[in-house]
């Protein structure tokens, strides 16, 4: 099994739905992150958490939500999907001895 | 937001060629890494440098913190097919908490056989 897994791999929504995206890791880390990646601009932070009780807005927060249901779980939430949220978002996980571990992706795409 | 300028964004080269690229910023990292994106798959780090003119190698690739801490590269030698996908340098400022993370936009490696 993969230590940070993503789920679901692939999603086309249409505007305006609601969707979440999950992420669960066995890395036993603290701290999780969500990141949008998009053609040219690299890999950008939505949110993190760096234990269970702490939630922050990253750099690109605007239209999304995060739950810290667990340690082992992050879910990123999209209230109501626009066409330019379409992108491949990434979970990772970090501590200071291992580094940052990142899942394999989640495709999203709003029609 | 703090940026990261990565160059090239592009390079299309021959098997066997050496390949350079580089980041920089206009603010002090105190962590550069140095990661890999295959298709279908998250960013996987190949070098990590933790100190300011720090020289580092992994195989066929060589990476080192610049001394003003506002830059690195990673050059990897003799490529070959397997050296194909995207090469993110990013890294971790010296304000912000720990362990938060900048990416540069990103360096796609095509190569010819």
């Known amino acids: 099994d993969a230590d940070v897994t993503q789920t679901p791999r692939n999603r086309i929504t249409k505007t305006g739905k609601r969707i979440m995206l999950e992420c669960s890791q066995t890395?036993?880390?603290?701290?999780m992150y969500w990141y949008r990646q998009d053609p040219g601009l690299g890999l950008r932070l939505i949110y993190y958490?760096?234990?269970?009780?702490?939630?922050n807005k990253g750099e690109i927060s605007d239209g999304y939500s995060v739950s810290r249901q667990a340690q082992a779980k992050f879910s990123l939430s999209l209230e109501s999907a626009i066409p330019n949220q379409t992108a491949l978002y990434f979970c990772?996980?970090?501590?200071?001895?291992?580094?940052?571990?990142f899942g394999s992706g989640t495709r999203l795409t709003v029609v | 937001g703090q940026q990261l300028n990565q160059s090239p964004q592009s390079m299309f080269i021959q098997e066997g060629e050496d390949v350079s690229m580089n980041c920089t910023s206009s603010?002090?990292?105190?962590?550069w890494l140095w990661y890999k994106q295959e298709p279908g798959e998250g960013p996987v780090l190949l070098i990590a440098?933790?100190?300011?003119?720090e020289l580092t190698s992994n195989g066929r690739l060589t990476a080192q913190f610049g001394i003003t801490r506002k830059d690195s590269f990673l050059n990897i030698s003799a490529s070959i097919p397997s050296d194909v996908g995207i090469y993110f340098c990013?890294?971790?400022?010296?304000?912000?908490?720990?362990?938060?993370?900048?990416f540069g936009q990103g360096t796609r490696l095509t190569i010819n056989p």
């Open positions: 990013a890294g971790q400022p010296l304000i912000q908490g720990a362990q938060k993370l900048v």
């Open positions: 603010s002090i990292f105190n962590t």
């Open positions: 440098l933790y100190k300011a003119g």
């Open positions: 890395k036993g880390h603290d701290r």
């Open positions: 958490s760096f234990d269970v009780k702490d939630i």
């Open positions: 990772a996980t970090s501590d200071l001895l291992d580094g940052y571990t």
